[in-house]
């Protein structure tokens, strides 16, 4: 198995989160075109809007079950438009989801995001829910290491 370095930041405030704290943690990090994230729910949405306001470089973007939070339940935490250039800028872009999420909102912003970025890899895993410990069937996730180290799979 490769040897990846990873970080796992703590985001302030995950259930109130605020974008310019959010944002003070990922500026922290050296990113660039060799680098793979990967977000999910609405930490997806946010490294939308972070990757499109910062012009970065990246190797891979993966979104779990991204939300964009079109109905503002975050207040401005996800108010902004989408950079369709956040694919030219991407080697290679992911979007995990269950196609029975019960999470609202996370079909619209898959919809949206497959036609922004019409050259991302799809894989729904029609049973995994929000990707969460309660509505996964299992604690393992083989199948999001495979995107991360080999680019793809299917759900």
Known sequence: MKSIVT???????????????WKM????????PDTLIVGHSCGAGFLLRWAGETKKRL???VLVAPWLDLNRKRGEFLAF??????GQRTTEMSILFSSKDKVDGVKESVEILSKTFPNAKLHDFENAGHFSSGEMTRKDFPELLKVITLGGTSG
């Open 59 to 61: 190797m891979k973007l």
């Open 7 to 21: 970080q796992t930041p703590e985001m302030p405030e995950p259930y109130a989160p605020v974008y310019k704290n």
């Open 81 to 86: 438009q989408i950079d369709p250039l956040i």
């Open 25 to 32: 943690i990922m500026d922290q990090f050296s990113i660039g």
